[in-house]
């Protein structure tokens, strides 16, 4: 079973800054099976990026996602004040299915 | 416009059963793949089954032996049937549709809490 590990576990920023999170896997994952999501409390999941890169669709272009192998990033730039949030990353395949990194908590300095 | 409605969540004994429905819209759902997430109180998402058009299934191993997930093409509805229920099985249960290349989760249900106590 592939483990994903985020960092940092909070992320303490302000608006206009940028956010970058971390999310390392245990062994190698293919760029096409990564994914990002946002939660705000209260609300569902929402799909950032797929694909370790690419942007779902109607996510603005400050959220851009990068990386290969065992570690990825998300890069959120010019942090609005409805970013601040939970990010989790996601890996498909093999058993289980998917797997969740435990998130990254984005709040507000 | 996509969407997933959950329904079917309570407050169920330990080694109860329950079954939850997603009703989806807005999308050809019988071609599809389908898949459960739940979220314990205050923590993280936990992947917990998933279903191919064709009906191939797939659980995570807390879940198996115990609940089966299932389809209703002529319906539009995802199910997934609850069975001895743990304490540790409480948490909001997501519906979520799976992308084009089914590699991640494009569409979210938002939520039935399913809470397991005596």
């Known amino acids: 079973e592939i483990v994903l590990t985020q960092s940092p576990g909070t992320l303490s920023l302000s608006p206009g800054e940028t956010a970058t999170l971390s999310c390392r896997a245990s062994q190698s994952v293919s760029s096409s099976f990564l994914a990002w999501y946002q939660q705000k409390p209260g609300q569902a999941p929402r799909l950032l990026i797929y694909?370790?890169?690419n942007r779902a669709t109607g996510i603005p272009d400050r959220f851009s996602g990068s990386g290969s192998g065992t570690d990825f990033t998300l890069t959120i730039s010019r942090l609005e004040p409805e970013d601040f949030a939970v990010y989790y990353c996601?890996?498909?395949?093999?058993?289980?299915?998917?797997?969740f990194g435990p998130g990254t908590k984005v709040d507000i300095k | 416009e996509v969407q997933l409605v959950e329904s079917g969540g309570g407050l169920i004994q330990p080694g109860g059963s329950l079954r939850l429905s997603c009703a989806a819209s807005?999308?050809?759902?019988?071609?599809?793949?389908m898949s459960w997430v739940r979220q314990a109180p205050g923590k993280g998402l936990e992947w917990v089954s998933a279903i191919y058009s064709a009906g191939s299934t797939y659980y995570a191993d807390s879940v198996k032996g115990r609940f089966t997930i299932s389809r209703d093409n002529s319906k539009n509805t995802l199910y997934i049937q609850m069975n001895t229920l743990r304490v540790e099985d409480t948490a909001v249960y997501y519906c979520?549709?799976?992308?084009?290349?089914?590699?991640?989760?494009?569409?979210w249900g938002q939520g039935t809490l399913v809470t397991v106590s005596s």
């Open positions: 807005g999308f050809t759902f019988s071609r599809k793949y």
């Open positions: 996601q890996q498909y395949g093999g058993s289980p299915l998917f797997t």
């Open positions: 694909g370790a890169s």
């Open positions: 979520a549709r799976l992308s084009e290349k089914a590699t991640a989760l494009d569409y």
